[in-house]
């Protein structure tokens, strides 16, 4: 999907979708892009249903091997790209087709933009992925305890 009004290919308009429940404000500065998730990205927390990533799960995109340039899941002790958050998953995503197969999928990803980001509303962003997007976002805590 490209958004129109003369994007980059990949990137989309934030008025394309809906609104994510983890950006309190300045939505409309979201750096969004289409991405493609591994189809072995599962979203851990998420009991029952692991293979339905939530919004707002922090992301991370590998950078060699077989896997190069497709995204999954934050994981801070990970390898090929995975240790360095960045971003966020726009809306939820089910990884499977309708037969149950896992696959890989298109999604959007927030990238960046200077949005206020509710933390607590986030998946899988601990203190080091937070330093990794540091100058991308604007946090709620920083505001909350100022």
């Keep these: 999907m490209v958004g129109g009004f003369g994007n980059t290919p990949n990137i989309v308009s934030v008025t394309d979708t809906p609104k994510a429940p983890f950006i309190l404000s300045g939505e409309q500065n979201a750096i969004i892009i289409q991405a493609k998730i591994l189809s072995t990205t599962v979203d851990s927390g998420n009991t029952g249903q692991t293979n339905v990533l939530r919004s707002g799960l ?60 509710e933390e607590d509303q986030v998946i899988g962003l601990d203190a080091n992925g937070k330093t990794d997007l540091a100058y991308r976002f604007l946090w709620s805590t920083t505001f909350e305890n100022s």
């Design 58 to 117: 922090t992301m991370a995109q590998y950078t060699s091997g077989d896997n190069i340039n497709k995204w999954g899941a934050y994981n801070d002790g990970g390898s090929n790209g995975m240790a360095t958050a960045q971003g966020f998953l726009w809306a939820s995503v089910n990884m499977q087709n309708s037969q149950g197969t896992a696959q890989d999928t298109w999604a959007l990803i927030v990238i960046g933009g200077g949005c206020l980001i």
